[in-house]
């Protein structure tokens, strides 16, 4: 499943990120997107989402959210 799929405002864990040479996806993996983390989806408005990570806030647009699946 990739984040498209899931609810606004559900919490969801980071399955996998594909794509690791991609230098876009290495510098949301270095800010802390990683297998395994929590995160949490607070807005979607039309091509970005807003994803509570620990503490921060990051934006992703749906290009690079096609690189990560979810549970």
């Given at each position: 499943m990739?984040?498209?799929a899931v609810p606004l405002g559900q919490e969801?864990?980071?399955?996998?990120i594909k794509d690791k040479d991609n230098p876009i996806v290495r510098k949301l993996y270095a800010m802390g997107l990683k297998e395994g983390k929590r995160s949490k989806l607070l807005l979607k408005n039309g091509r970005v989402y807003l994803l509570r990570?620990?503490?921060?806030r990051l934006i992703i647009d749906r290009d690079l959210a096609k690189f990560i699946e979810v549970a």
């Open positions: 990739n984040i498209d969801f864990t980071i399955k996998e990570l620990n503490n921060s």
